[in-house]
């Protein structure tokens, strides 16, 4: 029997950890947190029942090491994991006779940051807890991260960066394929913080909140946790919420917050305690795992048990179908649930999915609706062979470790609708009165087949004129819409093409280094396309993949002969950066941020990156015997250092004998 246990143990931890790599280091969940904690429990109770514990077990290990291109830190102090309890009696016999501060336990990315002479240091991701990441360009664009407060100590302190329900969904929004938006704002925090290009980290509108201070030189704190947390707000840190709580009033304080939950804005997984006694909590010291000074709590997931009626097949734009279980409707956490996303068809394997099963859901989070178990498990037995949209025929395809289903025609309606949508959006074509409904329809009657199409529904007249919630005005404001769309700028048409990463000011930089020639642009080369700034290798392949295809080809230049577009002026006597790449560092005086500097090279001809190389003509400071790191470079390559006087003098000058 015991030998049995062992084998399970084995498993489970190999289990547990193929799921904390893929959540940690990757960004991607391939079980849900109900059956992870599930798992970790089961695995802990066989350690303290065999007293064995595996290597590699997360019971012992604190996180999951490193993997990116960020530079990487040791911590001077270990961040480990709390531990946990979803009954609120052991969060009272934890307390005890002490007093305790209450707060989120936020889902997120903890941070680490320093600041010295009042200004923001350093900054570095939790890591595995023993070595992190440096993001600290990443933390000086967070919405509301102090760059420069009073303190002119050495403070550090550590916080939780979030993204927030409202962002995360316009942001999932933004991307078209279904299948690449994120899962929840978790993942997408984690991408956001640990971006190499901290322009796409300010987009995300990431959130800092303090939770704990780590230390501070030459400041009382009265041996209080709640005198740190308002000294930091008085810093001008946002702190997680908290409440002070005594064994008495834990359960009352632990049902304030639950009942706060559908109304946060910001992704929560429980609760943290640690006692206020700064000087009690140290005292207790810590295992090898946990600090003895705080404990987490987790929800205690509300399940209820239902039936499953239906898979609803859901096709997107790439040809991925997702399955979501429809069941009979249930109150959870007090809203009616019918629906959950299953997300792949590995997971329905796992739970052995079929229709008429009795299932058990929950909100993960107390937030969003998934299965927690199958109680019947009747098997997989209903994945379609057609899909829904088109009737084409399906496969299943291995993708990073999970099978899904795919459709596999390539002018399925549904891979067109998305297409179309976006070709005909605000920012590509800008055509008004064709929704995503209203294109699906005119599809299916076979009206657009191609994208030069949108450009004859007049032959179709009677038809359109015919249809529900159309008649002769409709009509006549949707070809007028169209006719205007006809006069465009190339940018926008590269953009409605809908390739994949390339948005609207990606198009315009290479419409822009090609001088705007949509033939040159068609014979480009990875190696061309990479060179140009904030273009880079995953755009640059993207690209020339694209037009790679004999068929895109074909249909771009179709859609071309249907397009008046304006030649753009291309005044080459201002073009007198041509060919000269800068680095600009430090502060500026003469523009309002290296932005403006930024621009202005850029509207001259030249290109502006963010290290010192071989191929760097001038790195511009103002500072110009500053021994820093980029100076030391460029010194070391006889790069010239220039002021920005020195600069504005070179456009003056070049500008006048242009």
């Keep these: 029997m015991s030998g049995s246990k062992r084998d399970r143990m084995t498993e489970l931890v190999q289990i547990l950890g193929d799921a904390g790599r893929a959540y940690y280091q990757e960004s991607r969940e391939i079980m849900s947190n109900y059956e992870y904690d599930r798992l970790y429990d089961e695995l802990l109770e066989l350690e303290r029942e065999l007293g064995i514990t595996l290597a590699g077990s997360p019971t012992v290990n604190v996180g999951y090491e490193v993997l990116s291109e960020l530079p990487k830190e040791r911590h001077e102090s270990p961040m480990l994991s709390l531990d946990k309890t979803k009954e609120v009696e052991e969060l009272r016999k934890f307390v005890g006779e002490q007093k305790a501060l209450m707060s989120w336990k936020l889902d997120g990315l903890t941070i680490v940051l320093t600041y010295r002479e009042g200004k923001l240091y350093k900054a570095v991701t939790r890591g595995n807890g023993e070595v992190g990441e440096v993001i600290t360009n990443n933390a000086r664009v967070f919405k509301n991260i102090p760059l420069q407060i009073a303190y002119q100590g050495e403070l550090i302190l550590r916080g939780e960066a979030v993204i927030g329900y409202r962002d995360f969904e316009r942001i999932n929004e933004e991307i078209e394929d279904v299948d690449a938006r994120y899962k929840n704002p978790r993942n997408l925090c984690s991408g956001s913080v640990r971006q190499l290009n901290n322009e796409i980290t300010a987009r995300r509108n990431v959130r800092f909140f303090a939770f704990s201070l780590v230390q501070a030189e030459d400041v009382d704190f009265h041996n209080s946790r709640a005198y740190q947390m308002e000294w930091l707000e008085g810093q001008g840190f946002e702190v997680v919420e908290y409440h002070m709580v005594t064994a008495d009033t834990v359960e009352q304080e632990v049902i304030k917050f639950s009942e706060k939950i559908?109304?946060?804005?910001?992704?929560?997984?429980?609760?943290?305690?640690?006692?206020?006694?700064?000087a009690y909590g140290r005292s207790l010291g810590r295992t090898s795992k946990f600090p003895r000074d705080s404990y987490a709590f987790k929800w205690a997931d509300e399940i209820r048990e239902t039936k499953l009626t239906e898979i609803e097949w859901s096709p997107s734009r790439t040809g991925l179908i997702n399955p979501v279980a429809i069941f009979e409707p249930v109150e959870l956490e007090g809203t009616t649930v019918s629906r959950a996303s299953v997300h792949n068809i590995s997971i329905m394997e796992e739970l052995e999915l079929g229709i008429g099963d009795r299932i058990e859901v929950y909100k993960a989070n107390m937030i969003i609706p998934q299965i927690a178990e199958n109680l019947t498990r009747s098997g997989v037995k209903d994945i379609p062979k057609r899909c829904p949209v088109c009737q084409g025929a399906t496969e299943i395809r291995q993708v990073a470790n999970a099978k899904a289903l795919y459709c596999t025609n390539p002018d399925c309606q549904a891979k067109h609708v998305k297409?179309?949508?976006?070709?005909?959006?605000?920012?590509?074509?800008?055509?008004?009165?064709?929704?995503?409904?209203?294109?699906?329809?005119?599809?299916?009657?076979?009206?657009?087949?191609e994208y030069a199409d949108i450009f004859h529904l007049d032959r179709y007249q009677e038809e359109i004129q015919s249809m529900e919630g159309f008649g002769e005005k409709s009509y006549r404001n949707l070809t007028d819409s169209v006719e205007r769309a006809r006069t465009t700028t190339l940018p926008r048409v590269i953009y409605a093409l809908g390739i994949a990463n390339i948005g609207l000011a990606n198009a315009k930089m290479i419409c822009k280094e090609f001088r705007y020639d949509a033939e040159a642009m068609l014979k480009a080369r990875e190696e061309e396309l990479n060179e140009i700034p904030g273009v880079g290798g995953v755009i640059a392949k993207a690209f020339v993949d694209y037009f790679s295809n004999e068929q895109h080809v074909r249909r771009?230049?179709?859609?071309?002969?249907?397009?008046?577009?304006?030649?753009?002026?291309?005044?080459?006597?201002?073009?007198?950066?041509?060919?000269?790449?800068?680095?600009?560092?430090?502060?500026?005086?003469?523009?309002?941020?290296r932005g403006e500097v930024k621009e202005l090279i850029e509207s001259l001809g030249g290109k502006v990156t963010g290290s010192v190389t071989s191929k760097t003509n001038y790195l511009i400071n103002n500072d110009?015997?500053?021994?820093?790191?980029?100076?030391?470079?460029?010194?070391?390559?006889g790069i010239p250092i220039i002021s920005e006087e020195t600069f504005l003098d070179m456009v003056q000058q070049n500008a006048s004998e242009a």
């Design 419 to 449: 297409s179309f949508a976006l070709f005909v959006s605000r920012d590509a074509l800008n055509i008004e009165g064709l929704s995503e409904a209203t294109l699906e329809k005119f599809i299916s009657l076979g009206y657009i087949r």
């Design 556 to 593: 771009f230049r179709e859609l071309l002969e249907e397009l008046v577009i304006p030649e753009e002026k291309i005044d080459e006597t201002k073009q007198i950066f041509a060919g000269v790449n800068f680095v600009i560092t430090g502060s500026v005086e003469h523009f309002a941020n």
């Design 624 to 637: 110009v015997t500053s021994t820093s790191s980029k100076n030391k470079k460029a010194n070391d390559l």
């Design 262 to 278: 559908a109304q946060n804005d910001f992704p929560s997984d429980g609760l943290v305690l640690i006692y206020d006694d700064i």
